[in-house]
């Protein structure tokens, strides 16, 4: 993917190379992630958690669905992924 689309935040053209991505290697990391971003500047919250949910490096995972559940309001189950990301992976 070319990240220039994403950081001029050229949306559709992200996504569409993401999800050519994600047809070649549905395991490459860090690509549901940035696919969770994209849902949640789209205001997609439910699309994001499920991006996020995907996303296989774990730490990633986790940080995304805090943010999703931030967007939904979920303030405090935010706060526990977020708490939860912290003990597993604070140096």
Do not use: C, W
């Amino acid at each position: 993917m070319d990240m220039a689309e994403l950081d001029a935040m050229h949306l559709d053209a992200a996504e569409a190379a993401l999800t050519r991505a994600l047809e070649f290697n549905p395991r490459i990391a860090l690509t549901n992630f940035t696919f969770g971003l994209i849902h949640l500047a789209l205001g997609r919250v439910t699309e994001a958690l499920a991006s996020f949910q995907r996303e296989t490096r774990e730490d990633y995972g986790l940080l995304g669905a805090a943010l999703a559940q931030y967007a939904q309001d979920l303030d405090a189950k935010s706060a526990a992924t977020l708490g939860e990301l912290v003990e597993k992976y604070a140096a």
